[in-house]
């Protein structure tokens, strides 16, 4: 690994988990994107406003890395969609078994020391794994 990227994993790592430290602190929240976006639409209005600056500061995040470093993610056009569609949908459903995404288990949860989280990520690392290998070696996407 070079040392520019380095670097940026670093700062990347310690932005992510200041954010995820500040919301616990200053709004005893925890940063698990799914259930933030998950219950936008079903919370009250005073519990609304946080969750829109959260997510609009992860995508506004992601745009001023994009436009300033001009080191976007390739995207991989060659997958096909219908792959796509049901890795989206297993996502999904995984998040919504174990009550949280990597971000809320993988990041809070661990840093909680939570005994659940570190099964569920346990879990998500195994799968992505096994994922990996199918998409490769039965499927042929690289």
């Known amino acids: 690994m070079n040392?520019?990227?380095?670097?940026?994993a670093l700062a990347g790592g310690i932005?992510?988990?200041g954010a995820a430290t500040l919301l616990l602190l200053l709004n005893g929240k925890i940063a698990g994107i799914s259930n933030i976006l998950g219950k936008l639409p079903f919370t009250h209005q005073d519990d609304r406003l946080w969750r829109v600056l959260f997510l609009a500061g992860l995508i506004g995040g992601a745009a001023a890395y994009n436009l300033f470093s001009g080191d976007a993610p390739v995207a991989r056009m060659?997958?096909?969609?219908?792959?796509?569609a049901i890795a989206g949908?297993?996502?999904?459903?995984?998040t919504s078994m174990s009550n949280g995404c990597t971000s809320g288990h993988g990041?809070?949860?661990l840093g909680r020391l939570?005994?659940?989280s570190l099964a569920a990520t346990m879990v998500f690392l195994v799968v992505g794994i096994?994922?990996?290998?199918?998409?490769?070696?039965v499927f042929g996407v690289a």
């Not at 040392?3 to 940026?8: G, P, S």
């Not at 096994?130 to 070696?137: E, K, L, P, Y």
């Open 130 to 137: 096994i994922t990996a290998i199918v998409t490769r070696h």
């Open 3 to 8: 040392n520019v990227a380095f670097y940026t």
């Open 15 to 17: 932005l992510i988990g």
């Open 107 to 109: 990041v809070c949860g």
């Open 114 to 116: 939570s005994l659940r």
């Open 78 to 84: 060659h997958f096909p969609a219908w792959l796509l």
């Open 89 to 94: 949908l297993l996502v999904g459903f995984g």
